[in-house]
């Protein structure tokens, strides 16, 4: 579907939303509806090193175990099934009483892992259909702006214009100034305040103050009250460091336990055991310690523990300190990473000796041994071969669309690079012949030089014609769009043709051709009046074509 009429069906939706349903003039109250991103980008981490997934799995459990008698809660989750997907966001939990749904929400909420991009717009216009005749609060839980080419803050704004009786509320997580920006956008229009959060405690606090807003009216009941515990993990010096661990009292399975938030557990003696999670998947020198926790209200417990060593990375390509790759750290001559990073990250690991491994691009397969004892944070350095980063945009001539495919750089016919259409690609400098690898056929621009410099774009313009295949009637009229089977014949230019068994293409789209001559035909397609089947036709495109090719009717 092509730009202009995916916005058209984006707008339709919204307006059908808002005129399918009626709301109340009373103040929004009673229902909460949470929307969490479960994007790729959550499996980054937050300053105390706390992956952002994992705060807010455990917050929103925490959250959810709360007294929430006089609501319903429902909820939904973005970007956690597939790669690439604007349609990625799926309801898991309608709308029920806390005691119907509260088990189900925290197995929902567990099974998430982060994976695709950000539809917030999307996810927004589905809530709305979930809601029905409903009133309430959307909060909105997000490290991240949409990446779905749409504005949930129009949306938001529209939704306020048509005196819709939702409230959205955004709670940023670990954003950067930008983003926060652009969230807080979705908050002006909504006509709320805006929660940034950069910890456990700080995303807590945030959707606690989004909930006293949303609370009914008519709510008089104190609320309840709950064992919680609260974990203190510092080193020899105070700092405040993130432990984990377990809590067990006798005759009873053990209780997994952090200091990441709150633990809410039953009151009663316990044996504590916590340490620092390192990298391996191992709590460094664990400390154990007895503790009684209080039957209501927070026992807090500060516990001195050992820290273990820690790790970091940086790639340098000469002076300047380059984005690098994933870092894999072998042991003993395995072939199965023991653990891997970021190399945005520093990470706590094992005590011992590892060969750390990474690969930035096919001219950098790097690898740089260490030992690590306790106490020791060292950071690892990755000298990299001089590469630049290269973009490049290949455009039909005559309207300047782009081709979007992964271009090709080939040496002496041999591919050497495959450069992303939105990310590039790092390479060596030289001269090398660009390829268009379309489906239909490759284009060829022969020596194409790539400097010293570090970042570059190159732009080509390919000669290109534009043909919209349509089907007639034997009386000439039209006959209903179908797929087409097109083949190429001879192309111009230093073209060759890249599938010699042909392709499938939409009639009644316009489609860019390369100059020179094809044959399409009309794939299993019959006559929508009983004329018969349609035959193959040959055509010849040039530069700066715009035209149709009829495909008609084979003959009697």
């Known amino acids: 579907m092509n730009s202009r009429l995916h916005s058209f069906f984006s707008a339709l939706i919204i307006l059908i939303c808002l005129s399918s349903y009626s709301f109340s003039q009373e103040d929004p109250s009673g229902y909460i509806y949470i929307i969490l991103d479960s994007s790729g980008s959550m499996w980054g981490e937050l300053p ?11 917050v929103l459990k925490e959250y959810v175990a709360g007294d929430f008698e006089g609501y319903e809660l429902a909820f939904r989750v973005y970007g956690h099934r597939r790669k690439g997907d604007c349609l990625d966001s799926e309801l898991l939990i309608p709308f029920g009483e806390p005691d119907q749904v509260i ?5 929902s909420i567990d099974s998430i892992k982060p994976l695709g991009k950000t539809p917030i717009t999307y996810s927004l216009q589905e809530a709305l259909k979930d809601f029905g005749d409903r009133q309430g609060e959307i909060i909105l839980i997000s490290d991240g702006i949409e990446t779905c080419d749409a504005d949930p803050c129009e949306l938001v704004r529209e939704w306020r214009e048509k005196d819709v009786k939702i409230k959205v509320h955004v709670v940023g997580l670990g954003l950067d100034e930008k983003s926060k920006a652009a969230m807080q956008c979705i908050s002006d229009a909504a006509g709320t305040e805006y929660h940034d959060a950069s910890s456990a405690s700080e995303l807590s606090e945030g959707l606690t103050k989004i909930k006293e807003e949303a609370a009914p009216v008519e709510r008089k009941k104190e609320p309840k009250t709950h064992a919680a515990l609260i974990i203190i993990g510092v080193d020899s010096l105070g700092n405040k460091i993130r432990v984990e661990g377990t809590v067990i009292r006798e005759g009873e399975d053990s209780i997994e336990v952090s200091s990441n938030g709150r633990n809410i557990i039953k009151g009663g003696d316990y044996n504590l055991e916590v340490g620092v999670l390192t990298r391996n998947g191992n709590l460094y020198k664990p400390v ?33 300190v380059q ?19 970021r190399p945005q990250d520093e990470v706590y690991i094992d005590e011992g000796t590892y060969e750390f491994r990474s690969k930035p691009n096919e001219e950098n397969d790097l690898s740089v041994t260490e030992s690590f004892e306790a106490g020791d944070s060292k950071e690892l350095v990755f000298n990299m071969v001089h590469t630049v980063h290269i973009y490049i945009k290949m455009v039909a001539s005559g309207t300047g669309e782009l081709y979007r495919e992964n271009y090709e750089l080939r040496k002496d016919g041999k591919k050497e690079y495959l450069v992303h259409i939105s990310n590039g690609a790092r390479v060596l400098p030289g001269t090398y012949d660009l390829i268009l690898p379309n489906r239909l056929f490759w284009y060829t621009k022969e020596g194409v030089s790539i400097s010293e ?32 089977f097109v083949t190429s014949v001879s192309l111009e230019n230093g073209t060759v043709p890249r599938y010699s068994k042909g392709i499938f293409k939409n009639g009644g789209e316009k489609i860019p051709f390369l100059p020179g001559k094809y044959s399409v035909g009309g794939w299993a397609h019959k006559s929508s009046k009983g004329d018969g089947t349609y035959q193959d036709v040959e055509f010849e495109v040039k530069e700066g074509d715009d035209k149709e090719v009829i495909i008609k009717l084979k003959p009697n």
Do not use: C, H, M, W
């Open 288 to 320: 154990t310690k007895p503790i009684t926790v209080a039957d209501s209200g927070e026992t807090k417990v500060e516990i001195v523990i050992e820290v273990p060593p820690s790790v970091k990375a940086k790639f340098l390509d000469g002076d300047k």
């Open 103 to 107: 088990s189900e929400l925290t197995q």
């Open 48 to 58: 105390d090193k706390s992956r952002k997934v994992e705060t807010a799995k455990k």
């Open 323 to 341: 984005r690098g790759s994933q870092i894999y750290a072998y042991q003993d001559g395995k072939k199965k990473a023991v653990f891997k990073f």
């Open 453 to 484: 410099e570090d970042e570059q774009e190159i732009d080509v313009t390919v000669p290109t014609g534009y043909i919209t295949f349509v089907y007639n009637n034997a009386d000439g009229t039209r006959d209903k769009d179908d797929r087409v």
